[in-house]
Protein backbone atom coordinates (compact mmCIF):
# COMPACT_ATOMS: atom_id res chain seq x y z
CA UNK A 1 0.00 0.00 0.00
CA UNK A 2 1.26 3.51 -0.51
CA UNK A 3 2.01 6.05 1.83
CA UNK A 4 2.63 9.52 0.14
CA UNK A 5 2.12 11.38 3.38
CA UNK A 6 5.68 9.47 4.67
CA UNK A 7 7.66 11.18 1.21
CA UNK A 8 5.63 14.15 2.57
CA UNK A 9 6.29 14.27 5.58
CA UNK A 10 10.07 13.71 4.49
CA UNK A 11 10.53 16.00 2.38
CA UNK A 12 8.81 18.49 4.96
CA UNK A 13 11.88 17.44 7.31
CA UNK A 14 14.21 18.45 4.81
CA UNK A 15 12.60 21.96 4.02
CA UNK A 16 12.53 22.47 7.83
CA UNK A 17 15.81 21.92 9.39
CA UNK A 18 18.11 21.31 6.29
CA UNK A 19 18.89 18.33 6.62
CA UNK A 20 19.76 15.67 3.30
CA UNK A 21 17.13 12.85 2.66
CA UNK A 22 16.28 10.57 -0.32
CA UNK A 23 12.22 10.02 -1.40
CA UNK A 24 11.31 7.19 -3.64
CA UNK A 25 9.02 8.69 -6.56
CA UNK A 26 6.72 7.10 -8.57
CA UNK A 27 9.21 6.12 -10.92
CA UNK A 28 11.56 4.40 -8.55
CA UNK A 29 13.93 6.76 -8.56
CA UNK A 30 15.14 9.61 -5.79
CA UNK A 31 14.78 12.83 -4.94
CA UNK A 32 17.73 14.36 -3.14
CA UNK A 33 17.38 17.61 -1.42
CA UNK A 34 20.63 19.43 -1.48
CA UNK A 35 22.31 22.28 1.05
CA UNK A 36 25.07 23.98 1.86
CA UNK A 37 25.57 21.78 4.75
CA UNK A 38 25.40 18.40 2.65
CA UNK A 39 27.02 19.39 -0.02
CA UNK A 40 30.29 21.36 -1.14
CA UNK A 41 31.30 23.72 -3.28
CA UNK A 42 31.87 21.97 -6.50
CA UNK A 43 35.98 22.55 -7.53
CA UNK A 44 35.03 22.19 -11.39
CA UNK A 45 32.33 22.34 -13.82
CA UNK A 46 31.17 20.22 -17.05
CA UNK A 47 30.79 22.59 -20.21
CA UNK A 48 29.43 21.72 -23.38
CA UNK A 49 31.26 24.09 -26.14
CA UNK A 50 28.99 24.53 -28.66
CA UNK A 51 29.69 25.66 -31.89
CA UNK A 52 30.17 29.87 -32.34
CA UNK A 53 28.96 30.43 -29.11
CA UNK A 54 25.49 29.80 -30.21
CA UNK A 55 22.90 28.63 -28.16
CA UNK A 56 21.65 26.24 -31.18
CA UNK A 57 24.74 25.06 -32.90
CA UNK A 58 26.25 22.01 -32.38
CA UNK A 59 27.87 20.71 -29.29
CA UNK A 60 31.77 19.71 -30.23
CA UNK A 61 33.27 18.85 -26.84
CA UNK A 62 32.40 19.17 -23.01
CA UNK A 63 35.49 21.22 -21.41
CA UNK A 64 35.94 20.79 -17.38
CA UNK A 65 36.61 24.61 -16.65
CA UNK A 66 37.68 25.48 -12.26
CA UNK A 67 34.57 26.09 -10.55
CA UNK A 68 35.95 29.36 -9.40
CA UNK A 69 37.31 30.27 -13.16
CA UNK A 70 34.10 29.39 -14.98
CA UNK A 71 32.30 32.10 -12.52
CA UNK A 72 35.07 34.35 -13.58
CA UNK A 73 34.70 34.22 -17.18
CA UNK A 74 31.18 33.59 -17.37
CA UNK A 75 30.26 37.27 -15.90
CA UNK A 76 32.25 40.12 -17.76
CA UNK A 77 29.79 38.13 -20.63
CA UNK A 78 26.47 38.84 -18.30
CA UNK A 79 27.27 41.78 -16.35
CA UNK A 80 28.76 45.19 -18.03
CA UNK A 81 32.28 45.17 -16.12
CA UNK A 82 32.38 48.85 -15.88
CA UNK A 83 29.18 48.61 -13.98
CA UNK A 84 29.11 49.55 -9.81
CA UNK A 85 30.99 46.72 -7.75
CA UNK A 86 27.84 46.00 -5.99
CA UNK A 87 25.87 45.00 -8.96
CA UNK A 88 28.97 42.73 -9.99
CA UNK A 89 29.09 41.30 -6.71
CA UNK A 90 25.15 40.70 -7.13
CA UNK A 91 25.70 39.38 -10.48
CA UNK A 92 28.86 37.06 -9.26
CA UNK A 93 26.48 35.97 -6.54
CA UNK A 94 24.15 34.75 -9.23
CA UNK A 95 26.34 33.48 -11.62
CA UNK A 96 27.97 31.40 -8.94
CA UNK A 97 24.52 29.92 -7.60
CA UNK A 98 23.60 29.14 -11.12
CA UNK A 99 26.03 27.09 -11.56
CA UNK A 100 26.42 25.33 -8.24
CA UNK A 101 22.92 24.44 -8.70
CA UNK A 102 23.26 23.08 -12.73
CA UNK A 103 26.32 20.85 -11.54
CA UNK A 104 24.33 19.14 -9.05
CA UNK A 105 21.73 18.35 -11.99
CA UNK A 106 23.86 17.26 -15.23
CA UNK A 107 21.59 16.87 -18.56
CA UNK A 108 22.45 14.68 -21.27
CA UNK A 109 21.93 16.08 -24.64
CA UNK A 110 23.15 14.32 -28.32
CA UNK A 111 25.26 12.20 -26.12
CA UNK A 112 27.06 14.42 -24.28
CA UNK A 113 26.23 14.55 -20.40
CA UNK A 114 27.29 17.96 -19.40
CA UNK A 115 26.64 20.70 -16.86
CA UNK A 116 25.98 23.38 -18.67
CA UNK A 117 26.81 25.03 -22.15
CA UNK A 118 29.05 27.78 -22.96
CA UNK A 119 25.69 29.56 -24.32
CA UNK A 120 22.98 31.80 -23.66
CA UNK A 121 20.66 28.98 -22.80
CA UNK A 122 22.85 28.36 -18.75
CA UNK A 123 24.92 31.51 -19.14
CA UNK A 124 27.65 32.49 -21.66
CA UNK A 125 31.14 31.31 -21.00
CA UNK A 126 34.23 32.30 -22.94
CA UNK A 127 37.89 31.27 -21.92
CA UNK A 128 39.56 33.69 -20.44
CA UNK A 129 37.65 36.47 -20.81
CA UNK A 130 37.97 37.91 -17.13
CA UNK A 131 38.11 41.18 -16.29
CA UNK A 132 40.20 42.86 -12.87
CA UNK A 133 36.51 44.03 -12.42
CA UNK A 134 34.61 41.46 -12.37
CA UNK A 135 37.59 39.06 -11.15
CA UNK A 136 37.67 41.23 -8.11
CA UNK A 137 33.47 40.94 -7.72
CA UNK A 138 34.08 37.02 -8.05
CA UNK A 139 37.02 36.37 -4.77
CA UNK A 140 34.33 39.36 -2.88
CA UNK A 141 31.45 37.16 -2.89
CA UNK A 142 33.48 33.83 -2.90
CA UNK A 143 32.97 32.63 1.00
CA UNK A 144 29.32 33.05 0.58
CA UNK A 145 26.46 31.33 -0.56
CA UNK A 146 22.63 32.85 -1.31
CA UNK A 147 20.53 30.53 -0.44
CA UNK A 148 17.08 29.04 0.84
CA UNK A 149 16.60 30.07 4.05
CA UNK A 150 17.56 26.49 5.60
CA UNK A 151 20.36 26.35 3.59
CA UNK A 152 18.97 24.53 0.11
CA UNK A 153 20.48 25.48 -3.25
CA UNK A 154 18.89 26.88 -5.92
CA UNK A 155 19.81 28.95 -8.52
CA UNK A 156 19.48 32.60 -9.71
CA UNK A 157 17.60 32.78 -12.58
CA UNK A 158 18.41 36.43 -13.94
CA UNK A 159 16.82 38.10 -17.26
CA UNK A 160 18.46 41.21 -19.15
CA UNK A 161 15.75 43.64 -18.09
CA UNK A 162 15.28 47.53 -19.19
CA UNK A 163 18.11 49.85 -18.93
CA UNK A 164 17.81 52.97 -15.75
CA UNK A 165 15.09 51.00 -13.98
CA UNK A 166 14.80 49.26 -11.38
CA UNK A 167 12.24 47.03 -13.25
CA UNK A 168 10.02 46.19 -10.52
CA UNK A 169 8.00 43.49 -12.62
CA UNK A 170 11.20 41.65 -11.30
CA UNK A 171 10.82 42.57 -8.03
CA UNK A 172 10.61 39.38 -5.62
CA UNK A 173 9.99 37.36 -8.72
CA UNK A 174 12.43 35.24 -8.66
CA UNK A 175 14.72 36.66 -11.15
CA UNK A 176 17.22 39.54 -10.77
CA UNK A 177 16.92 42.37 -13.76
CA UNK A 178 20.68 42.37 -14.66
CA UNK A 179 20.17 46.33 -15.47
CA UNK A 180 18.27 46.62 -12.10
CA UNK A 181 21.05 45.33 -10.15
CA UNK A 182 23.03 48.53 -11.83
CA UNK A 183 20.05 50.77 -11.29
CA UNK A 184 19.55 49.95 -7.70
CA UNK A 185 23.88 49.88 -6.68
CA UNK A 186 23.50 53.42 -8.78
CA UNK A 187 20.38 54.58 -5.79
CA UNK A 188 23.13 53.26 -3.06
CA UNK A 189 21.96 49.26 -2.32
CA UNK A 190 24.66 46.85 -1.81
CA UNK A 191 24.41 43.42 -3.20
CA UNK A 192 22.87 41.98 -0.43
CA UNK A 193 20.34 44.45 -0.68
CA UNK A 194 19.50 43.83 -4.33
CA UNK A 195 19.46 39.82 -4.41
CA UNK A 196 16.66 40.46 -1.76
CA UNK A 197 15.00 42.73 -4.00
CA UNK A 198 14.41 40.04 -6.51
CA UNK A 199 14.76 36.98 -4.76
CA UNK A 200 12.42 36.14 -1.77
CA UNK A 201 12.96 33.21 1.01
CA UNK A 202 16.52 33.49 0.63
CA UNK A 203 19.83 34.22 2.87
CA UNK A 204 23.53 34.93 3.04
CA UNK A 205 25.20 32.15 4.39
CA UNK A 206 28.89 31.47 4.81
CA UNK A 207 29.69 29.01 2.41
CA UNK A 208 31.18 25.30 3.16
Known amino acids: ?8 MALFAVLLWGGAVVVPSAHGQVYAYHTIYNTPLPSVIHVAIRANNDPRGQILWVQTVGFQEYCS ?12 PEALKAGAMA ?12 VTIDGFTFDVDNTTNFQEYKYMSGRFETDQAVRNIWPYAYVYTN ?12 PNNANWMYNHSQKMAQWGSEYLAN ?5 IQILGFYYTGRT ?4 P
Open 1 to 8: MKRPWIAA
Open 73 to 84: DVLPNEWFSNWK
Open 95 to 106: VKMFGWYHVLHP
Open 151 to 162: GGIGPLDFRAGI
Open 187 to 191: AGMNY
Open 204 to 207: LLQG
